[in-house]
Structure formats: structure tokens, C-alpha cells
């Protein structure tokens, strides 16, 4: 009997130019997903990733499964996958369930078995290795673990069929030879690859180094005539052909794409005059408009460079009621207009850019003269996102950025008054805008203040309207008039609007002091110290987005969190009629919209009185 090994390390495959055939050859799917090997000891199940990470804790549906199988010890070798509802393989929704600590539904495709009960397969065929694998899963019928399908003929139509459903390309497998640790060539893989024209915008090289190319700025034109980073590719030509790109680029000072890329560490960025068309094949363009994988096939002399564009096939969706719609807003083309940017409702990036120009009117008034704070996604919610406050260097036509002069020492801030601006930042990926509590010219002094109502998830709707309605009572007992929205997340703002004759310090003191007011007069429910310890079973009254340079959310805003909801204005005796704090987004929070559009019309301004700093000290 051997023993059960601690660890095994996965056969690779070998990448390959095309699938070889043969009565020794069979193939799969290959899997967008992540790679994953389970070993099964009398019941204790531990998940390994393919560099021996233990994942058990993050997916224990899948690993209560493995448990259940008739099995004393086993290792099974497989691709751990989030399916879509064509059951196809939907790489950022594996990523959003795991961000998100919801892998129940994910799908584990065993493909292999080095161990059974006793006896080490490793040394066995894949034949051999397989026919005991489906012997084992023919035994059970759980939706959690499934055996990858395989196919001998056909491997052409397989590849060419695969390829346009999307997928990444096939996994080939010698049938006859043993499982091998490591890269083998018994394991071959063939992907999908795309091919088309790109212009040169740049080239990186080692940092301090005067020559020298170690890839190049790929670019293509959008049909506005603006040009678009779209990625990387190592300059891998032959000699003769690297002195012509050496001969035709030509040095500017400034970056050509409207969205350059950041330098990386040990490297240059080196900005080109967008002229030089290159040829390159890739596997895939990436939510972000980029492309993965490209490698570089030639230079291109027969076509100009203003006329490289993004080469997108047309899909026979396209005839349909959704796709009839269009890809463009007010003539204008919506980059990347098919993006997903919600996995959970497959809401596009078309459809954030429609909401924002159908709610403009109402959206503007909010953020007039504001500066703001944009939330950005360039992989949709379920990627890596990030903040932006300055131009950072991009090409901006419509979104204006305020004088030097009116934040010393800081970078100039962004303001966007119209139609155009905001359409601008959703063409930029944005989905959430924040705002100042100044306008300028004066942004010395707020003219409002934000009471955040940010509760404990595990408390229901009623408890924060009646959170809310008790804070409301506050205020106006202080002789404050207010308004509310929904955060679109699980609490409320309520927006107190001042005369700005306030310094920022007196309005940030002052709603700390309510904040501390209500901690104190209702301690069972308020809490005025931030971190989830101190809110346990309470709502804590967030009073720091009342300082300089602080941000909310505006009214109208999309957030980027499944389903895309929207901060919504409220009149205050409707609070209480709604299901919770994300009823809209950005589909059905269109015409809702409209309808509260004057729900969160400023009341008349008003001061901070001495009377009203005297009703809450007594709380600090």
C-alpha cells in the first residue's frame, strides 16, 4: 500500500501553436478559472491552489462536497470555475465571488487523480487515471464536482467552436503517459488568439537608460479621434526590422493617449508621436480595454495610423431589442460600450453611461461647482478600483479643473458643471462621484453638512428609518431644516444646508457634537466612535465627512456594489415605505429620478447659532 503523499505538485501544460492529433491525443475544455488540487484524508479535505496555498477556508461548500465523497484518501486534480447562465466559465464573476466570500456556487471540474485509497495512480496513464476518477464521480451527484468532458475527434471544430463562445482554448492530454510534476509536453495547450493593427504611442525601457526598447505603448483611435492606451507588448523583432522602428519613432514630450499608462518600477516611459502601426496577436482584450498576452508579428506599412481602431466582431445579439439601442450616447460612441461592469446583473458599461446621461438635469445641480471625488472601474466592480481627485496627468475636454490658487499646495480639482462632463467621467469608467461640501469660488467655507447613518448590517430597514427619523427630530430641534437619501448601500444621509459663513473646523465640531448627542441621549442605538466593534447592534452617526477635502456621495450616484444601486433622494415621510437603502439602480433608478428630483431642493440657509452649540455641548 503506498502512503498518501503530503503534497503534489500539478503537471503543467506546454503552449503549442496548434493541437496535435492522434489516437494518443484527447482533449478539454480549457477551463477560465483557477487551478486547484484536493486531498482527501479520512475526512479531513484540504484545497491547495497550484502553488501549494491552502484555500480550504475560502471554499468550504466545495470542500464539505469532497467530504462526501466515497473515499477513505485521494488526491483530485481539477479547475475551480464560476459558471455563467449559458454554463460557460465567467473568469471576473470566480474573482467577485471570492472578493466577495460567496463561493457556494462555484463549480470544481476534476480532470485527474494521482491517488486512490492506498494506491499511488501517478505512475498509471491518463486512460488508466481517468477511467478510476469517472468511476468514483458515476457515484455521487452533487453540483459542486464534475467530470471535464474530453474529446478525441474533431479537434479543429472543438478549437474553432470554443474560440467563439468565448473560451480560452483546449487543454490536449497523451493518454498513454504518467502524471509528470511540472511543466511536460505530454500536457499541450492552444488558445484562442486575436490579431490586428495597433499605433505605437511609447516605448518603456530601464529606468536611466538613454537607449534601448524593452516594449512597446500600444494605441488605438476611438471614433472621436481620440487615442486610447491599449496595452503592452515586448519589442521582439528581427534585427533589420528593429532598426526601421528605431528610424520611423518619433520622441514628444507629451503622452499621446488620453489614458497613459503609469511607469513601473525600473522602468522609463518614453512618449512617441502616434504614427508607427505594428501587427500583434493576443489572446483577449481585458474589461479594461487592454490586451493580454500580445505578441508582437510586424511592422506595418500599408495602413495609416489614424485608421487603427479596436476591431470588435459583431455578435448576433447584436440584432436584438438591447443591442438595437446602439452603442453610442448623443453621437457619441461608448468605448468598450459592452464591458460587464456588475457580474451579478450583467449590467454594461452602455448602461451606466446611459443612466448618467438620462439623470444629468437632476444630477448636475448636485455637484455644480463642487469638487469632486470619482470612483473609478476599469474591470467593473468585481476588479481593482481606485480614486480620483486630479487630472493625474490625463487629457481631460469637459471636465474643468479649479485654479491652483483655490487649494494652495495641492493639485487642481476636478469640477464637472455639464452634460458633457459627466458624460465624460462615465466614459472614463466612473461609477461613483463624490462631492465637497463647498463649492467654489469659496472652499473655505462649507455650505452643508453630511450626518452619514451607517448601521450594522445585521440590523433590518425599520431600525434606520427610525434612526433616521430620531436624528431628523434633533435637528429640527435645534431649529435645523434637513433632507435625506438613501446611501444606496444599507444606510441614509442626511444633508443639514448652511449659509457658508462657517469655517470648516466650527462645521465638522459642530456635527461631532450632534453625532455625540445622540450616542449620549440614546445609547442603545447611536454610536459616535467608527469601527465595526462600536457598532454592533448600533448605527454610527459618521460626522467625518464634514472636514476639508471629506467626501460623499451625491444624490443620484450610482455604487459600485452588485446590482449598481443608487443614492436616491427621499422625502422624509416616504422613508419609511421603502424596502431598504439600494431599492434603485442604475436601470430602474432612471425614471425615479425624475420623479424625486425636488425631493432635496436646499432648504434656506442657515446658521450655526450659539443656542444651538450650547444644546449639545453638554454631550461632548
Known sequence: MDSLPDIIRPQLATLVDRPPVGPNWSYEIKFDGYRMLCRIDNGVVTLFTR?????????????????????????????????????????????????????????????????????????????????????????????????????????????????RMGLEGL???????????????????????????????????????????????????????????AGSVKATLRPTQM??????????????????????RGRALVWMRPQVVVEVSFLEWTSAGEIRHGVLKALREDKEAGEVQ???????????????????????????????VDPST??????????????????????????????RAPDGIAGEMFYQKHAEGQRLKAVTQLPPSMHPGHAQLLVANTREALLELAQLNTIEIHAWNATAPDLNHPDRFILDLDPDPQLGWSVMVEAAT?????????????????????????????????????????????ARHLAKIIPQRFSAV???????????????????????????????????????????????????????NVKNGIEEARLRSSDSVAAPEQEITERMRRSVRAAG
Open 51 to 163: 502553488n501549494g496555498h491552502d484555500w480550504t477556508d475560502r471554499m468550504p461548500a466545495l470542500a464539505e462536497a469532497f467530504a462526501r465523497l466515497p473515499v477513505r484518501q485521494a488526491w483530485i486534480d481539477g479547475e475551480v470555475v464560476a459558471l455563467n447562465k449559458a454554463d460557460i466559465p465567467d473568469f471576473s464573476a470566480l474573482q467577485n465571488a471570492f472578493a466577495r466570500r460567496r463561493t457556494a456556487g462555484l463549480t470544481f471540474f476534476a480532470f485527474d487523480m494521482m491517488y486512490l485509497d492506498g494506491r499511488d495512480l501517478r505512475q498509471a496513464t491518463l486512460g488508466d487515471r481517468r477511467a478510476a476518477l469517472q468511476q468514483l464521480l458515476a457515484t455521487v451527484d452533487d453540483a459542486h464536482i464534475r467530470l471535464s468532458n474530453t474529446f478525441t475527434e474533431g479537434v479543429e471544430s472543438l478549437l474553432d467552436s470554443a474560440c
Open 171 to 229: 487543454i490536449g492530454k497523451r493518454v498513454d503517459r504518467p502524471y509528470t510534476e511540472g511543466r511536460s509536453p505530454a500536457w499541450i495547450k492552444v488558445k484562442c488568439l486575436k490579431r490586428q493593427e495597433f499605433v505605437v504611442g511609447g516605448i518603456s525601457r530601464t529606468a536611466g537608460a538613454d537607449t534601448g526598447i524593452r516594449s512597446l505603448l500600444l494605441g488605438v483611435y476611438e471614433r472621436d479621434g481620440s487615442f486610447r492606451y
Open 243 to 264: 532598426r526601421e522602428l528605431h528610424a520611423r519613432l518619433e520622441p514628444v514630450d507629451e503622452p499621446p493617449f488620453f489614458n497613459p499608462p503609469k511607469p513601473e
Open 310 to 340: 479596436e476591431e470588435k466582431p459583431v455578435p448576433a445579439s447584436a440584432t436584438s431589442s438591447r443591442r438595437a439601442e446602439g452603442s453610442g450616447v448623443r453621437g457619441q460612441t461608448i468605448t468598450n460600450a459592452s464591458r460587464i
Open 346 to 375: 450583467g449590467f454594461t458599461k452602455a448602461d451606466v453611461v446611459r443612466y448618467f446621461d438620462a439623470v444629468a438635469d437632476y444630477l448636475l445641480p448636485h455637484i455644480k461647482d463642487r469638487p469632486l471625488m470619482i470612483v
Open 470 to 514: 430620531l436624528t431628523r427630530v434633533v435637528l429640527d430641534e435645534l431649529g435645523l431644516r434637513s433632507h435625506c437619501k438613501t446611501s444606496g448601500g444599507k444606510g441614509v444621509h442626511i444633508i443639514v444646508p448652511l449659509a457658508p459663513v462657517h469655517t470648516w473646523e466650527e462645521v465638522k465640531g459642530f456635527s461631532h457634537a450632534i
Open 530 to 584: 467608527s469601527g465595526p466593534r462600536n457598532r454592533i447592534g448600533k448605527i454610527f452617526v459618521d460626522y467625518l465627512r464634514n472636514g476639508k477635502g471629506a467626501t460623499t456621495a451625491i444624490a443620484l450616484s450610482p455604487r459600485a456594489r452588485p446590482g449598481l444601486p443608487v443614492s436616491m433622494p427621499v422625502r422624509w415621510d416616504d422613508l419609511s415605505k421603502l424596502r431598504g437603502a439600494s431599492d434603485w
